[in-house]
């Protein structure tokens, strides 16, 4: 059974970066790619990137491109995302998730990262 | 970018009533990709049904979908307890993902 757990809330202030970090279990972690989404308090989710958990390379959307970065630890299942320059505006809970289907939809979800920023 | 429109904002209910949920999306979703989740509280949204009309595991068929092009309705027959919750819409490809603004289904 896909199971994806998520590192703990965070309080960050502006300027600052955080790096939240989802471990993988219940299958082979370099078939699947993994991907991270956000949802801003009372806003639907939106997507934010995808990993390839094999070569480690990454996509970002558009508008997260300059200030993400995805990299993946194969030795212990688990991906990090790292948002910098965080502003007021970032404060979100913060997911990681599997899609299937070779499509962007998501059965598997971890069980979110609240991302606080705040001075 | 495919903009959803899901309404109402609020459906209030009862248990047992029969709840229709609307998703219009701006353009035609290609291949019908199109999704529903369900999201309680401090939990994470949980896929329901893809492909406008195909449940996901363990889902219950009491959650139907239907629609074509633009024009989407997710329906709950018989409203549950358990049913009571945030959903929301989403359109995916290959690539790209956008999700609707959710309709919050309340305890009327």
């Known amino acids: 059974q896909v199971h994806l757990v998520q590192s703990g809330a965070e309080v960050k202030k502006p300027g600052a970066s955080v790096k939240v970090s989802c471990t993988a279990s219940?299958?082979?972690?370099?078939?699947?790619?993994l991907h991270w989404l956000r949802q801003v308090p009372g806003q639907a989710p939106e997507w934010m990137g995808i990993?390839?958990?094999?070569?480690?390379?990454?996509t970002a959307a558009q508008k997260f491109q300059d200030r993400v970065t995805m990299t993946r630890d194969t030795s212990t299942s688990t991906v990090y995302m790292e948002l910098s320059s965080l502003r007021s505006d970032d404060t979100a809970v913060y997911y990681c998730?599997?899609?299937?289907?070779?499509?962007?939809?998501?059965?598997?979800w971890g069980q979110g990262t609240l991302v606080t920023v705040s001075s | 970018e495919i903009v959803l429109t899901q309404s109402p904002v609020t459906l209030s209910l009862s248990p047992g009533e029969r709840a229709t949920l609307s998703c219009r999306a701006s353009q035609s979703v290609d291949y019908n990709y199109l999704a529903w989740y369900q999201q309680k509280p401090g939990q994470a949204p949980k896929l329901l049904m893809h492909?406008?009309?195909t449940r996901a595991t363990g889902i219950p068929d009491r959650f139907s979908g239907s629609g074509s092009g633009a024009d989407f309705t997710l329906t709950i027959s018989r409203l549950e307890p358990d049913d009571f919750a945030m959903y929301y819409c989403?359109?995916?490809?290959?690539?790209?993902?956008?999700f609707g603004g959710g309709t919050k289904v309340e305890i009327k």
């Open positions: 989403q359109q995916y490809g290959l690539s790209t993902t956008t």
């Open positions: 219940g299958y082979t972690f370099t078939d699947h790619y």
């Open positions: 990993i390839n958990t094999s070569g480690g390379t990454s």
């Open positions: 998730a599997k899609a299937e289907g070779g499509v962007l939809r998501f059965p598997h």
């Open positions: 492909r406008v009309s």
